[in-house]
């Protein structure tokens, strides 16, 4: 199959998902002024395509204030291991973030691995063959062509294997990611030894101190390496200052949870890396009285795009 007659394939399968309309209508030009984009899908939509002649399925949420006139951030949000792109949607409640600050968020299901969907991120995956990277690469490409997207504010965020792969993104597409958010996820030796940023890239890390899976200190059972060795090999990248204690919250006194958040600051181009330490906490997507990850994360972004610090 030639490079050419694939992406036709591919659009194909993406254009006929998307409406009843048989054309595919691409959305910019070479220029960056807007064409003739097709019909705003509102809501969430369910798409398929073909990527490596595997049937890779996402879910796209467009807010009811966007318009094609004015360019848009982009989400991404990684479901983790074995999980869908279903439960990341409703556990996380992006949509009703996106509404409010109006941006697009995408939902992306992994691909069948030990029978269970997954992000191909090296330790436990590392027998596995899928081109996750590619497959991203091609949504940014096939969204954009629908939307009009702010190709400075793309981000990338997700839940343990899902927060493994935001990190591998980080480090092998940092010219189009703005930045990046890990929950519960940290980095294999394999995405640590092999990462290489083409730039700064603002980090924020929220992990709990009792995770059981992503241990915090690391875990050799899945070749993942400790959030402390995560977080300075970001500073260094960056150019960061050593970390100074910001807050320390305990909302809920019954909960036996507490937050600490710790800061590199003065990174180039204004970036940080910020953690959000949950002491007592396990391997979830907090959305409690401490911490509410999903707001952490957008609020976390909004303050960035590929420049830097947008303030």
């Not at 467009?62 to 991404?76: A, D, G, K, R, V």
């Not at 409640?93 to 941006?103: A, P």
């Not at 990611?177 to 924020?204: D, H, R, W, Y």
Request: glycine share 8%.
């Amino acid at each position: 199959m030639t490079k050419i007659y694939f992406r036709i394939l591919i659009l194909f399968f993406f254009s006929s998902c998307i409406s009843n309309d048989d054309s595919f209508i691409p959305g910019q030009s070479e220029t960056g002024n807007q064409t003739n984009y097709p019909e705003i899908q509102y809501g969430l939509n369910d798409y398929d395509i073909v990527f490596q002649g595997i049937n890779r399925y996402f879910n796209t949420y467009i807010p009811q204030n966007y318009q094609h006139e004015f360019s848009t951030s982009l989400l991404f949000v990684f479901h983790g291991f074995g999980g869908t792109s279903d439960y990341i949607m409703n556990t996380s409640n992006f949509n009703d973030i996106s509404e409010r600050e109006n941006f697009i968020v995408v939902y992306p299901q992994g691909s069948s691995f030990w029978g269970y969907p997954h992000w191909n991120v090296g330790g436990w995956t590392n027998s596995s063959s899928a081109d996750d990277i590619g497959f991203i690469s091609l949504l940014i490409e096939l969204i954009s062509e629908q939307y009009n997207i702010n190709q400075n504010r793309i981000y990338a965020t997700g839940m343990s294997n899902g927060g493994f792969f935001s990190y591998l993104l980080a480090c092998q597409l940092s010219e189009k990611f703005a930045a990046v958010a890990s929950v519960t996820g940290s980095m294999t030796n394999e995405t640590f030894n092999q990462c290489n940023p083409q730039k700064e890239i603002p980090i924020l890390q929220i992990h709990g101190t009792l995770d059981p899976i992503v241990i915090y200190d690391g875990n050799s059972s899945i070749g993942s390496i400790g959030i402390n060795q995560v977080l300075d090999y970001w500073k260094s990248n960056n150019e960061c200052n050593d970390a100074i204690v910001v807050d320390t919250i305990d909302s809920d006194l019954n909960d036996n949870l507490s937050v600490t958040e710790l800061l590199f600051d003065g990174g180039l181009n204004g970036s940080v890396v910020s953690h959000f330490k949950v002491s007592g906490g396990g391997h979830t997507w907090f959305m409690n009285n401490d911490i509410n990850s999903s707001e952490i994360v957008w609020e976390f972004f909004s303050k960035y795009d590929l420049n830097g610090s947008i303030n």
